[in-house]
């Protein structure tokens, strides 16, 4: 008997779409974005290019790549109709971006056919009603659910019998588990502990010894294939923020903050989208020696007004001034949590800010019919920045 959750991933969605739209991208190398690739093509990946990059360095890896500029509407549409495929697949969906979800598709034997069959109809499906590329990974956890589809892409199926995990997972390099990052995978490989079969083969209290109580703990189950969740239907984001990588060297403190300020835009953009209202702002950094800092500060009253957001914001970064300085600025965040469930916002006289509700949606309605490059805030003028990386937190 195979497993019963899907982890279904679009296929470079940014730059599926565009291909999808436009017949003379096909087979060619595309990137998306501006400042910052969005997204790449398989065939602009073949290259090196990664996400996010800067635009210069996925040219010099791949200098006939054609850029497009990103039409955040166009992606919206296209995820709203694969969501629709989803959920005629299985009553049990949970979203985890703008172009994948895990689907549980327990139960669903006697009336849909095996897993397999149905991961099979599904990416069908979205390639005839949505005509776009798909991955799906079939296991009996979230976790290796998730790390098959990684291994099947592009556009591919990848199921992990049961009986079978740890036969799939254990030859698996270290960054295949879930919270490896660079410093972690670092200090694992001093040890010649190179692959997810080595870290089960330690006991859990080295592991902890090594990398303190939560991480030690975290990788032994994830190595051993111990994954305990479920698959939540209905489960609301608890944060909607955007990040841009700013790239190595030294940069005026202005184009920060203006950077700072289009990804607020972007932020309570999709907020109003969404009716969603919050309280508390977080400006995340990350520095030229790869450490990190996050900057947080709650609202009396949750809003989704740009200008509130954004001073809240501008106030956050100021305080991070001297940590920029010293180390230097290679990556900025901003998230908007603490979200209401319906979109209510008590009402208030706007003293302060009579207009800026009423700007809100103007720019709002502008950019949604005419793309999201049709307004940009005049500081973003003659900056070749893009910063509408999605950073999607639940």
């Known amino acids: 008997m195979l497993g019963v959750i899907l982890h279904a991933d679009l296929d470079s969605f940014y730059a599926s779409v565009e291909q999808r739209d436009d017949p003379a991208l096909r087979g060619r190398p595309v990137l998306v974005g501006g400042g910052v690739v969005l997204a790449a093509s398989y065939e602009a990946k073949a290259f090196g290019v990664r996400t996010p990059m800067s635009l210069g360095r996925a040219k010099a890896l791949c200098p006939h790549a054609i850029v497009v500029p990103p039409r955040m509407s166009a992606y919206a549409k296209a995820s709203r109709k694969v969501f629709e495929i989803f959920d005629d697949t299985t009553p049990i969906v949970e979203p985890l971006s703008i172009d994948e979800a895990f689907l549980d598709v327990d139960g669903l034997r006697k009336i849909r056919g095996s897993p397999v069959e149905i991961a099979r109809r599904l990416r069908a499906e979205v390639r005839d009603r949505a005509g776009l590329p798909i991955t799906v990974g079939v296991a009996g956890t979230k ?5 098959a589809s990684g291994a099947g892409k592009p556009d591919g199926l990848l199921v992990v019998p049961l009986g079978e995990e740890l036969a799939f997972l254990h030859p698996l390099p270290v960054e295949k588990l879930w919270g490896v990052g660079p410093v972690t995978a670092a ?19 080295a592991l902890i010894a090594m990398l303190g109580e939560g991480a ?9 294939n111990r994954d305990p969740r479920r698959v939540h239907s209905g489960h609301r984001r608890g944060s909607i923020g955007a990040q841009c990588a700013l790239g190595r060297g030294n940069r005026p403190f202005t184009e920060v903050e203006a950077t700072l300020a289009a990804l607020v ?93 009423g700007l809100d949606a103007a720019v709002d309605r502008v950019r949604e019919r005419f793309g999201s490059g049709a307004l940009s805030r005049a500081a973003m003028i003659g900056r070749n920045l893009n910063p509408t990386v999605p950073l999607l937190s639940d």
């Open 265 to 357: 835009d972007r932020v309570t953009h999709r907020m109003r989208r969404a009716h969603r209202a919050g309280r508390t702002v977080t400006v995340r950094l990350r520095f030229d020696d790869f450490t990190r800092a996050t900057r947080s500060r709650s609202l009396l009253k949750a809003t989704m007004q740009t200008g509130t957001i954004l001073r809240t914001a501008e106030a956050l970064l100021s305080e991070a001034r001297p940590l920029i300085t010293d180390k230097g600025l290679t990556l900025v965040g901003v998230a908007v949590s603490n979200l209401d469930g319906d979109g209510n916002v008590q009402l208030e006289f706007p003293f302060d800010n009579p207009g800026d509700d």
């Open 216 to 224: 030690g703990r975290h990788l032994h189950a994830l190595a051993h």
């Open 143 to 147: 976790f290796l659910a998730k790390v």
């Open 187 to 205: 200090k694992l490989r001093e040890r010649q502990i190179h692959t997810v079969g080595h870290v089960a083969r330690i006991g859990e209290a």
